[in-house]
């Protein structure tokens, strides 16, 4: 897996081994960051899935002055930080050991986010769950956006007072969607 623009574009990044998370393609990436205007300047970032930093790493790449990333799993915070200090990234990255049932209320009249990735294990289904947590405490800027990859399988509601569909297709096995804060 690779940074595919910006200022640390072509490096590589380090992943977890094996399947206990699911790196998005550099062809979703590509296309998650076409849709959204290819750089992402002064963004507030939020990847409330981290796995391997990827998606917060390729934001600060493109222009993002802030990322904040939450994961449950030691051994992907270890990767975020291998690849946060491979990167030479500083204090633009903030990286939260944690469950996001306990850090997302933290954000609450403190934090709002220009760009929130939604990514969860394919057997976590708490997509609506999140967005509606999102959309009803206000955590997203105007013109702000949240993306959500899942499986194809999975029941996503797409429709959310305020927001509109800036992007919904298919990719291989996974959905991306992608709201508009308008």
Do not use: W
């Not at 930093?53 to 051994?75: F, H, P, Q, T, V």
């Amino acid at each position: 897996m690779r940074i595919i623009a910006g200022k640390y574009r072509s490096r590589k990044l380090n992943t977890l081994p094996g399947l206990k998370t699911r790196p998005t393609l550099d062809q979703t990436k590509e296309a998650i960051f076409s849709s959204l205007g290819n750089y992402l300047q002064d963004f507030t970032v939020l990847d409330v899935f981290g796995g391997s930093g990827a998606l917060s790493l390729e934001s600060l790449s493109r222009g993002a002055k802030k990322a904040y990333i939450i994961d449950n799993n030691i051994e992907a915070i270890n990767v975020i930080k291998s690849n946060k200090e491979a990167l030479k990234v500083k204090d633009e990255l903030v990286i939260y050991h944690s469950s996001y049932m306990n850090v997302l209320p933290t954000f609450i009249n403190k934090v709002k986010f220009d760009l929130v990735f939604l990514d969860p294990p394919f057997r976590l289904k708490v997509i609506d769950e999140l967005i509606t947590f999102l959309t009803e405490n206000d955590l997203i800027e105007e013109g702000g956006y949240i993306m959500a990859e899942y499986p194809l399988e999975d029941v996503v509601n797409k429709d959310y007072p305020g927001y509109r569909i800036k992007l919904c297709r298919r990719y291989a096995s996974s959905e991306v969607l992608i709201l508009e804060k308008e």
